[in-house]
């Protein structure tokens, strides 16, 4: 079935490192590939998306290719932040149907000042 | 423009009992889905509404069940709670004509069940 597998944490980095969090995916098809981000005591938020082969999205500094033939969407960003500190998520969406995301399990990222 | 909200923000049930978690969708959304998230997990799929019509549906079993309100309101509902069933509780809306297009999600509502 489709899945999603991300580096696994947390990760502690300190201001102004660069940062990969890896991100693979399985699926059928041509799913669009999404990071979201959780603050502390808050929704996830759409961070960026691709929605098809060598797609690159990017937000906030953050950045992200949607690879086909290594089923990667690697996120990365040159200059972490403090205010970066969450927990990111890797998703792959899908439609049958419904539009159905699928999750990787997470990855916890702390900048330290 | 209003975002999702979700009602209640916790709360605390017993084996057994059931449960109702409410959600209001984003303003001009028609579609709702729900999505589980365990501690340390990433959100599953419950299920998704459109146009007060489930749609779509994750590996659950039928004791969750849910409504879409004319409004496009929508509640989720859990009969006979177990232990596992202590998660995070994430509502999304979206618009059913992007397809793959963004879910906007809620803050949740935190489930204990003791």
């Known amino acids: 079935g489709d899945s999603v597998t991300q580096m696994e944490g947390p990760v502690t980095l300190s201001e102004e490192a660069c940062l990969t969090i890896?991100?693979?995916?399985?699926?059928?098809?041509?799913?669009?590939l999404f990071w979201y981000v959780q603050y502390p005591g808050e929704g996830l938020q759409l961070l960026l998306k691709?929605?098809?082969?060598?797609d690159k999205g990017s937000n906030k500094g953050f950045e992200a290719t949607y690879r086909k033939e290594t089923t990667s969407f690697h996120l990365e960003k040159g200059s972490v932040q403090v205010s970066d500190s969450a927990v990111y998520f890797c998703?792959?969406?899908?439609?049958?149907?419904?539009?159905?995301?699928?999750f990787g399990q997470g990855t916890r990222l702390t900048i330290n000042p | 423009e209003t975002g999702v909200t979700q009602s209640p923000t916790h709360l605390i049930k017993t084996r057994g009992q059931q449960v109702t978690l409410r959600c209001s969708s984003q303003?001009?959304?028609?579609?709702v889905s729900w999505y589980q998230q365990a501690l340390g997990q990433g959100p599953q799929f419950i299920f998704q509404?459109?146009?007060?019509?489930?749609?779509g549906r994750g590996n659950f079993p039928p004791r969750f069940s849910g409504l879409q309100f004319p409004n496009y309101s929508s509640e989720l509902n859990v009969n006979a709670l177990e232990l596992d069933d202590s998660a995070l509780y994430l509502c999304?809306?979206?618009?059913?004509?992007?397809?793959?297009?963004?879910?906007?999600f809620g803050e949740g509502s935190r489930l204990t069940v003791l």
């Open positions: 999304a809306s979206s618009l059913a004509a992007k397809r793959n297009g963004e879910l906007f």
């Open positions: 890896n991100c693979t995916y399985t699926a059928t098809g041509y799913p669009s």
């Open positions: 691709a929605t098809k082969a060598d």
């Open positions: 998703a792959l969406s899908i439609i049958q149907g419904a539009q159905k995301l699928v």
């Open positions: 303003s001009g959304h028609n579609t």
């Open positions: 509404y459109y146009r007060e019509e489930e749609n």
